[in-house]
């Protein structure tokens, strides 16, 4: 099959779906690779990076979309991408069917096969195709360094000659793949990292990292935010506001606080109300990765950085995986690649599109002229 990357229109994206690396395995399951010229610029990759590693470069988005069967990109397609797709053709990319019902329908109307990188289940067996772990990891890491970037002093302890530096005291919420991330850079850059999660179950890991869990005390068992499959409910109003009079009593001792609590098909819970940051000392940062979905901070600006009156550095940034963009294509590269290697069972260029497959079936949501989404359970895990 032809297989081809476009040239990320949304605007500042660096990330490229298909690097120059992960077009030689695509060449090895028997497929003919294509980018747009330019694809890769913005991620280092250089068109003349992709010829050598046997990539056909084409002119325009006009010229690629035409030449291939499958499309691949990072980004959702626009309505003018998929209006210029055929019957037939395949894009595969990040798609958050819940939000984009007009697309959905578009694909189904005009027969194009739609593949949501968004919804590969969260599996063992798919796990090298989990483009938003892959993506989560890069934003919680990159999370820690806009955040020594903005924060004028160490995150490691030292005694010098001049002057004795305590280490940063960083409080992460939210200790999902984001989160683990963010207290694994912490931890490397030597500060003292305490961690928040409303699942019990994740202070084990955030210990054997070398953070510190902090816990809540009940007299009485309450519910917490745990819920099945691994993701976070709504916590009940006595454990919140349990976990609200904690982080009061930690924000003036805090430098920095890492947000990354999301609670899937809900707007990011508020849990780093403004007094809390008024509480905080001058100089302190609060990088809030939950900005997308509204921020888990009240004052979060999306896509912005803010400093307060009192001098806190509110960073609401939404594309921290394209501030990382090479790192961040090689890694979703080799998503996508995976992906098309189960797709191609026999190695031989062939696609055979089985939506038996638990993980090909998560993952399409427009096949054969229908709406695919909302996939049935999976059937392994
Ligand atoms: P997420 O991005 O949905 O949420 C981030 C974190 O915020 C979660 O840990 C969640 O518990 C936490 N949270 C929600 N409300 C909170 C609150 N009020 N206070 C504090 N924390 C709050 O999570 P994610 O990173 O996508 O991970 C979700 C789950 O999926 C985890 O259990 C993870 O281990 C699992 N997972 C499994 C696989 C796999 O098996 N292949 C891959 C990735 C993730």
């Known amino acids: ?63 690629l979309i035409g030449a291939v069967d499958v499309l691949a990109k990072v980004r959702q397609p626009t309505e003018a991408e998929i209006g210029q797709m055929r019957a037939g053709q395949t894009v595969i990319s990040f798609f958050y069917p819940a939000q984009n019902a007009d697309l959905l329908a578009q694909a189904k109307d005009q027969g194009i096969t739609a593949i949501a990188m968004d919804m590969v289940p969260r599996i063992s067996r798919a796990q090298k195709m989990d483009a938003l772990s892959s993506m989560a990891n890069i934003a919680g890491y990159r999370a820690v360094i806009e955040a020594a970037n903005n924060f004028g002093r160490f995150f490691t302890g030292q005694v010098t000659a001049a002057g004795k530096v305590p ?40 210990e054997s990292m070398g953070a510190e869990f902090v816990f809540l005390e009940f007299d009485e068992p309450v519910q917490d935010g745990a819920a099945t499959g691994g993701y976070a409910a709504p916590s009940s109003p006595e454990f919140r506001e349990k976990q609200l009079a904690k982080f009061r009593e930690l924000a003036p001792q805090m430098d920095i606080v890492i947000t990354t609590a999301l609670i899937p098909g809900r707007d990011a819970p508020k849990l780093w109300t403004a007094d809390m940051v008024a509480a905080m000392r001058q100089g302190s940062v609060i990088v809030d990765l939950a900005a997308e979905k509204g921020g888990n901070c009240d004052l979060t600006v999306p896509d912005e950085r803010i400093v307060t009156e009192n001098g806190v550095v509110i ?26 290697a189960d797709l191609t069972p026999g190695k031989d260029g062939v696609i055979h599109h089985n939506m038996e497959d638990d993980v090909i079936r998560g993952a399409t949501v427009v096949h054969d002229h229908d709406v695919t989404w909302p996939p049935p359970p999976p059937k392994v895990a």
Request: proline letters at 4%; zero cysteines.
């Open 1 to 63: 099959m032809k297989i081809g990357a476009l040239k990320e229109g949304f605007e500042n994206e660096a990330r490229v779906a298909v690097t120059p690396a992960s077009a030689g395995h695509l060449g090895k399951l028997g497929h003919e690779v294509f980018v747009e010229s330019g694809a890769g610029a913005r991620a280092g990759f250089r068109d003349e990076d992709y010829r050598q590693a046997g990539v056909t470069v084409l002119p325009d988005a006009a010229a």
């Open 167 to 206: 280490p940063a005291k960083v409080l992460v919420v939210g200790a999902g793949v984001a989160g683990l991330a963010a207290i694994g850079a912490s931890v490397s850059l030597g500060a003292q990292v305490y961690a928040f999660d409303v699942r019990p179950e994740v202070a084990e890991q955030i």
């Open 315 to 340: 960073i609401g940034y939404t594309d921290f995986p394209s501030r990382m963009g090479a790192q961040a294509s090689e890694l979703y590269g080799n998503n996508i690649r995976h992906f098309l």
